[in-house]
Each structure stands twice: as C-alpha cells, then as structure tokens.
C-alpha cells in the first residue's frame, strides 16, 4: 500500500510503514540527524531530526522527530520551519556543550558529520560558560584511536558492535552526562568488523590509526574504487592516497555486497603495498619459451589469463593443489545451475545451513550477514505485534531475542556459536555423513534428533539458505551441500565460498590442473616456471613445491611481495600489487567486478600482465581495455567482464576532491602529471563525478562531507546504487565439473586449518596494521592426542620437516587425530618430526 | 582661457605643499603592525611549535599555496612535518591568518620578498619559524583543545572538568 503526503511542498508517494526521516532522505531533503543510521534504525537518542509535522493540509502542527514517526497519508511536513529549525539548533547546541575546541587535532575534521550538522543548524559560538566535561581514553589497539571527550552519546558505536556485528568486549559505562562507551579495559577490540567504528561513529571518538600515522585531510586525498582483495565475497572499498602513498581504506556502499560495513581484513590489507615486506629491485626479463605457468588466487583474471597466453592452455596450471583446484571447478559448476545469492540476500534469509565453513574467518563479511539474518524470527515476531521495522530497539523487545535457526556444522568452536541454534562439532570427514542425515530426515528416513530438527528447521522456511566453502579443502561439504539445496527445491539458495579472492577468476580461465599436475607436466616436457603472484608454500604442501622447483629448468616468480616463494625462485620479478593495478575480480557469487590502481605503479614493478607480456617478447597492450579486447577474443564465454566497469574513454573522472588543497605549493610529487591508461579515471579534478556507480570516487556533498551521507547515491535508503549495483555475473562461463570425493582421512594425524580473520593470505602479514592486530599463529593437539604422541603444551615440533610456526598448546575442542595449524590451507595428512 | 590659467594655479600651487614622494628604498616606510605581508609562524608562550598542522591555512588558502604534513609526537602533540608556502603564488590575503585556530600562522609588515631565483621564494618551516608568539602574546591552543599531551593532562585545560570517575554512581 502507498500513501501520499507532502515534504517541504512537495508531494511523495511512498509504501506504507516507513519513516519520515528515511523518506525525507531519499528524497533528497537532508533533515539534519546523528542517531538515525541506514543500516542501524532509529532509536530517537539524539533529538536532531526535528521536523514540524502536520497530520493534514491546514491543520495545525507540531514539532516531532522525523526519524521516530511513522508516515501516514495526507501528512505535510516541513523541515524548514522556524520552531523546528530552532529546535534543532538548540539540541545541537546541547550536544556541543561538552565537545572539545579540538577539530583541529582530529583526524575526523573535514569529513565530520557533527561539524556538518553544526553548520547546518548555525551554530558557532557555545554561550555555556561551565566546564567541559572530560574522559579518559583507552588504547584499543593497533587499529583504532579512541578519543571520549568528543563523544555526543549517539550510541551508534554501541548500536553496530554490539546489536550489529555481535562484539561482547565493547559497552557503555557510566550515566548520563558521563555516559562512556569503551572496553573494560586497554585493548584491541575483539570483533572483526571493529573497524567500522571509524565510520560509524559521527564525531572522532574512533579513528583509524593506520591513516592518523600518515595523516592527511580527507579533502586532500584522492578516492579511487577498487575491490578486496581479502577474500571471495569482493567487497568494495575506496582507496585513499595522497602524494604517491596509501593513507585510508573506506567502505563503499554496493546494495549487494557490502553494504555499509567492511572486515578489519578488508579495511587494512592493502596497507601491505606500503609495508616492508615489498618485493623491490630492478631486474632484466629474459625471453621465456616453452615454460610452464601456475597461476594464483590471489592474482586478477587478467594477470592469470595474460600467464595462460604466454605457455598456453596446456602448460596453464593453478598454483594450488589439484584438489582445490578441481574443488573450486566444481564449486563453479554448481553454483552456475542456481541463482546465487549475494550477502545482501543472504542477510535475507529465514534458515541456514553452514557446513564446514569458520566463515568468520574465511569470508567475514558473510558472516556479519549471517548475523542480521538470524535476526528475521525477531522482526517476524515484532511485525505481528505492530512495531515498525525501522524501530530498532522496539523491534529487539518485541522479538523477544528470537532467532531464525541458523545451523552451524564445523570441526571447532565458531565465532558464530552465539547466534546459532544448532551449534554442532564434527570432525571434517563427518561433515558429509551429517549432512546426509539431515537429507534423510527431508526425505522422510529415520535420523537423528539433530538432523531432523535442522532439516525441519530447513524444508519450513521461506527461504533456507545453505552455505559451505574451501575452508576445509573437501569436496564432502560442497557435494553434501549442493545435494542439500537440491532436496530443498526452487526456494532454497547454495553459497559456496571459494579459497581466495581470484580463485573464481583463476578457474574460469581452466587451468588444466594444480600443482601435482604442473609437476607431472614438468616431469614428461621440461622447461621454466612461471609462477604468479603466488606464495606457493603456503597454498600447498612445502615438499611438494620444492620438487616441483627442483624440476624446473628455472623458476621465473611475478610478486609484488618478498615471499619463501621469491627467494627460492631463481628470479624474482617484482610487480605491482593488486591495489596498483586494475583488474577483474570474481567473486563468490561469480560476480566479476572492476578494481582500479589507487596510483600509477612504480616503473621497475609494472602490472603483472605487462611483465608476462614482456617475459614473452611481446610488446603489452597500452590499456587494460585493449587486454580485456584479447582477452574477450581468446576465451568468447568471458565476454561480460568488459562490462565489469566502463573503459578508458568513458573519462576522465575526477579521483581528486573538489576542495584539494596545496596544489602550487611547490615540488609537491601530487604536481607531477600521471597518467592511467587502465581506467576513465584520472588523479585531477578535471571531469564528470562519477556518474557511473563502478567509478564512483567522492560521494560527498557541499554541506554533507563525510560517510553518513552516502544514503545520497543509493536508490532507495539501503538499496541498490543509482545506476545500478557494479558487477557482471560471468559463472556462465565455468565449465561443468564432475562430482568430487575425498580421499579416505588415513590414519596419520591431518593437520586441520586454523583460520583467522585478520591473517589470510601473505599480503594480511605484510601489512603493518594487520600484522600487528592478528592473534599469534597457533599448533594446537587434542589432549588426548598430545598424551598418546607423548607431547606437552610448550613442545616445539617440526611438521613435514620444518619448524612449527608457534608451541604446541593443547586444545580439547579439537576433533581427534587432528593438528590445528594456523596458515594450514587445507585439511591434508601432515608429518610429525622431532621431539619436545 | 579661465580653463588654462585655473590649470596652471591648481599645478603651480603643489609646488609649495610639502613632497608626498617616498625615499623607498633608501628611507624604509613604517607600516602598521596588522599589514599583510611576509608570513611567520609563532610559538607558544612556553616556546612550543604553535602550528599543529590542521591544514586549515591550506584550505583556506585562495591559490593553493602552502602544504602542511601532518606529524604527531609521541605524547599525542601534532606538529607539522613539513610546512611550506610558496611566496611566489602568495597574494597576501590574510585567509591563513583567519582561518588558524592556534594563531601560528601570522602575516608581518615585512614585505620585501623578491627575489631572482623562484625557488627561494618557497619557504619551508625552518625559514618560517619565529622565536615568540607574535600578535597574542598569551594563547596556548592545547589549553583549551581537550586532547591529553605531555604536561596537560585530560582535565587540566582551561574550563576543563576534572575526567568522569566511570566507577561513580553519584547522580
């Protein structure tokens, strides 16, 4: 149902149910607001969206909270009144009565959006003549700065860690005026989607600390748009430089993916390309002929597919295990029979399945959608009971804390436990046995209490939801999985979540195997190997590789970091990391997305494509358009990755801010001319803002400066971009892909990956904020394991012949005949050498 | 005729009115203490940097003349690690001057910047930088910023609260 009524003299039709302050934003009149946050509700805490509200045209008015009243027909509101205007600039005096004279020293100021409603209220002088309340602060860590004196008790901080992401460690203390949001004590904040404080929060109580050690005004930085990297969900981020160096990492709104919110991973991984660990050096590329290539995950399509041109489809092989490799294979295949649904839809659903996956770890921004989707039972229940959705708290009360079921199968305990209703522990190989239980109790066959109350929890739902992944390296979740989705029928949805961030990418292009296979391909015809961006003793087991490199006639490594891989590759050909460099990314959902070069990659470390290009005597195409053209000619079922973003004459598009400053101060490396002959975009101020959605750079407006207004760009508050969310699926492409079976466990011990949030992949470590936030690495046994192998906590092992990365600590949630190692890629049988 | 002569006694009568000529450069001209001109940066009453670099001149600043580098001690202080004004694109406007919060920035009545090599019209902080506090005398930005730094701590400020007792359960 919709109703009509007026804004400002304007007439707006919207649904029933909803609002005013949602509405009054996405029509484009911005009602000055603090609590009120898109994917937070309103709670009415602050008293800043005062509007006059009449409930008919001639009647009398009155001053209400936009954010708190329900819209209904025949309304006419008008922000613009006088009482309500000074309403406004009274609350906001009121919240100014304790904020410090410190904008200046804040690394908020510019991009602020109290000083933005300051303005927009007129206020400039505090009358009040009383001492400034003072707090406190607290040392959260590597990521976060923390400043209370600047806080104006919004609670949106407190809304998001904790209602939000689920995060236990953060609250608020004290009362009233000495309200105090903060940890118990000094620390880095447990959650994984902390970072987003520093978005949340209105004022500088949380700042990113990474962009305050080389700080620079948000309108003196340039915003190009690029993709995570991070893991396989693609989220995406802007990239902020400034003078040739990185200095912040934003989250940027996509309707599908990600949203408003961003991993820690996501937000400080690319910080590596400014890290120490940075392959460097000038080198001479030699002809290479009759090589042997292997791929990476964490390469982009187009470096991956420019390494399948230089040795051709059959020396192209994947650099990682055949097992993953033919895994992922078939995660594409059956992922291109249904709709796949994106986080967004995920968020959506009424039942899940997890199987296998630590998806906190592994695709952690899926996991903050899994937490707003348990939350459907409890919207359900207060929609029955007459309370708006928008109303977060009263939805809370209302729900009643009930839970859509959420099932997690995983081999140890889940950061997710907490909102699961069935939190069950299997060993990896009896994932598959589970899941066929609950097949059975769907197909009406005797099973266990268990089984037969998650299938019944699934075959009830509107929409269940079934996800696994690579986490494990086994085939038995994936097939159990998709047989799963199958059973439930048209309205149940499979997710599989690949290894890495180009490991859809790298299986499009058809490698012909992994790394066993490469080595068997060595073995009959051998000759170089090129290995791309890749580390490939973490992806694979450390002996496999060192026979593999023993068996080539030169190891030739592309890496933009200084790895195990480069220093055993007879040359190390340093190239520009993925933030340098556009390319294409695949996401979980096959969805192919465009990532630009945040700044023009350093002359003796080019985009990798234009190396290989060199490696085989060719000159590289001028552009990425041009690369994607004969890309598009070699493999025609990729065509939609052009549309991924739009090319080179499609600019120039602005990436510096309107408001730059220091431009003739001399010498300054911003003055010199770059160019990108990859992208529309360019580093000036020349040119059209970004009407297309993939290039979107600055979404700031006059008077609307900082992250709280990006509502502006969305179609409707929460909803898909204007334009269109980036991205062309490119799944119809994967090849069919036969069932897969695990090997049988053997009787070794199997060293079972411990994954962790902050550390996946060896650019996580390269990058100073996140090296320094990752908890240690860990070996962890089962007690009784440890007692049988006669192991104490404390021993130091060698594994498959080299030293373990940290003590053995004993861990008695660890399935038995297991080793927990952390960096461990995939469930595989590994060797215990050497004695306490 | 009368349009002549009148021309000729209101030019001849000048000859008997005191010189309006200056003897620049040899007599040098005294300016007011507020003239705009060659730009400093002041200390601290106690002889700190005053500049915590907020850019806020460079923003302010008309063509886009100076740079600030954001650089921070290990108390918690700003400073600038860099700060440069290009003299030879500066037009004296004052906005730098208005828009500092810590009154760093001044302009002098010192005016005599040409120079014959363009380079030496850039100035970077050591040739900026002046002993004193320049036109105020008495303002200290960290006393009234909330900010702790070393030698002020959190409450120690200028119309400051002492910080909450969070433990307190006083109403």
Known sequence: MTIKLKIDGREVTVEDGRDLLSIALEQGVDVPHFCWHAALGSVGACRMCAVKVAPGEGTPGKVEMACMTPASDGMVVDTTDAEAARFRAQVIEWLMLNHPHDCAVCEEGGACHLQDMVVATGHHDRRARGPKRTHRNQNLGPLLTHEMNRCIGCWRCLRFYRDHAGGRDFNAFGAHDRLYFGRAGDGPLDSPFAGNLAEVCPTGVFTDKAWSGVYARPWDLSATPAICTGCSAGCNVTLNERGGTLRRVLNRYHGAINGFFLCDRGRWSPWSVDGPGRLTGAVTLPRVAGAVGLGSPRASLESNWALRRLVGPGRFFAGVSDRETALTARMAALLKASPVPSLTEMAAADAILVLGEDLTATAPRAALALRQAVRGAERDLACKKGVALWLDDAVR????????????????????????????????????????????????RPADAEASAIAQALSTARAPLIIAGAGLGLAGPVEAAASLATALGPKARLALFPAEAGSFGLSLLAPAGGIEAALAELERNPGPLVVLENDLFRRADPA?????????????????????????????????????AAGTWVNHEGRAQRSFAFRPADPQAPTAWRVLAALAGETPEPGLDALLEALVADLPALAAVRDGA???DHGPVPRAHPRQSARTAGNHPDRATRTDPDSPLSWTMEGDRAPEPALATWTDRPGLHSVSAEYAAQQWIGGPLKGGDPGVNVLHAAADAPALADPPPGAGLLGLPLHSPFAAHEADAASPPLAAR????????HPADAARLGLTAGALLVIDGRPAPAPLSLDPDLPAGHIGLSGLRALRPVILGGAP | MTGILDQLWRIGRMLFLPKQTRGYPEVKPVLPPRYRARIVLTR?????????????CAAACPPDCIEVVKAETEDGRWYPATFRINFSRCIFCGFCEEACPTSAIQLTPDFELADYDRDSLLYDKQDLLIAGPGKRPDYSYWQVAGKAIAGKDKGAGENEAPPVDLKDLTP
């Open chain 1, 397 to 444: 009360v209302a729900g009643e804390g009930r839970r859509s079921p959420l099932a997690l199968v995983t081999a140890l305990p889940d950061a997710l436990d907490d909102i699961a209703s069935f939190a069950i522990r299997r060993a990896p190989h009896d994932m598959a046995a589970f899941a066929a239980a609950i097949l059975a109790a769907l197909q009406g």
């Open chain 1, 544 to 580: 496999l590789v060192e026979r593999l490199f023993a068996k080539a006639t030169q190891v030739i490594a592309l890496d933009h970091l200084a790895t195990e891989t480069t220093t055993a590759a007879a040359l190390a050909v340093p190239v520009a990391a993925p933030a340098e």
């Open chain 1, 646 to 648: 739009p090319g080179v």
């Open chain 1, 774 to 781: 990752a908890p240690a690495a860990r070996v962890t046994l």
């Open chain 2, 44 to 56: 601290d009453p106690d002889g700190q940097e005053r500049c915590v670099a907020c850019n806020l």
